[in-house]
């Protein structure tokens, strides 16, 4: 685990200002909602965080460490899913293992059997071992975003970077990804900072909330500090009507996120045997029958 800390982010493109002075940190293992409008800088912010854009000023730490580029222990979900339709689930899953593996190792599959089976865990994960040969392309929206998770778990990051996941999904899609994102950050003790503009789903799902406003932070705080004035400082003159419905936060199980319990699969839960806990041959067989062989 990692803690990250903000220190004084401002971010300008061109005489735009995107991030206006940004601070605050992230303890190890805890679950972060940054809300705010399009445009109010959520985006550039996690963009900041993971190395992907260079601040100018102030700087982003992991562990003290200044984050100047784009880190293996620093994994990113993006909104438009990122993955390549004509491969497979799997393949795309073992996608996360890029870091540790050469080019031409990855292109062939040519990737031990401990970075194979862990691609296969990460799809049970997010409930879609069954699907691991299936190709991303024919696969749901919510369904590509979970491979999506599954791939940022293979890299074995520290930090969850999550940008706007759920935006292009469905309301029953969207709350099982959410599901999903909590669940493996609280499984595997990661902090998450995840971006959405769903006030609802911000509050079913987040722990802590971080409020963007045309690029300035204007509000840093906890559920039960989370309440109508402060979504009308962070999002304006919006109707609230019945926003707060539900005050009791999700369970970490994603079956508990409000989606159709159907469209769960079991294969996620927590009793999985792994090959950590003795399932050697059971990932082993699997990988081979996803594979066609073993190397």
Not at 2 to 17: P, Y
Not at 140 to 165: C, F, T, Y
Not at 177 to 184: K, Q
Not at 255 to 267: F, K, R
């Amino acid at each position: 685990m990692s803690r990250i800390t903000v220190d004084g982010v401002t971010k300008r493109f061109g005489d735009t200002v995107a991030l206006d002075n940004v601070s605050f940190d992230v303890p190890e293992g805890e679950f972060v909602i940054v809300m705010g409008v399009s445009g109010s800088g959520k985006s550039t912010l996690l963009r900041c965080m993971n190395g992907l854009e260079s601040t100018t000023a102030g700087e982003v730490r992991v562990d003290d460490a200044p984050v100047t580029s784009p880190r293996d222990d620093i994994a990113m979900i993006f909104q438009q899913h990122n993955i390549i339709g004509q491969m497979t689930a799997y393949s795309n899953a073992l996608t996360g293992s890029l870091n540790r593996n050469s080019f031409i190792a990855s292109l062939l599959q040519l990737q031990d059997s401990t970075d194979k089976h862990q691609a296969l865990e990460a799809l049970e994960t997010v409930g879609l071992l069954d699907e691991a040969q299936q190709r991303a392309g024919q696969m749901s929206g919510g369904q590509q975003q979970r491979v999506g998770i599954a791939r940022a778990l293979v890299q074995n990051p520290a930090l969850l970077l999550a940008d706007e996941p759920v935006a292009s999904l469905d309301p029953g899609s969207s709350q099982q990804v959410m599901g999903y994102l909590r669940s493996v950050a609280t499984d595997r003790g990661l902090s998450a900072i995840i971006s959405l503009h769903q006030v609802n789903l911000a509050r079913k799902f987040g722990e802590r909330f971080i409020g963007l406003r045309d690029g300035q932070k204007v509000f840093d705080g906890y559920r039960d500090e989370f309440d109508l004035d402060v979504v009308d400082e962070i999002y304006g003159e919006i109707d609230t009507d019945g926003m707060f419905a539900s005050e009791t936060p999700a369970d970490t199980d994603p079956t508990a996120s409000g989606a159709d319990a159907g469209d769960m699969v079991t294969d996620s839960e927590p009793q999985t045997e792994t090959a950590a806990d003795g399932g050697a041959d059971k990932w082993a067989a699997k990988t081979a029958s996803v594979t066609g062989t073993m190397r």
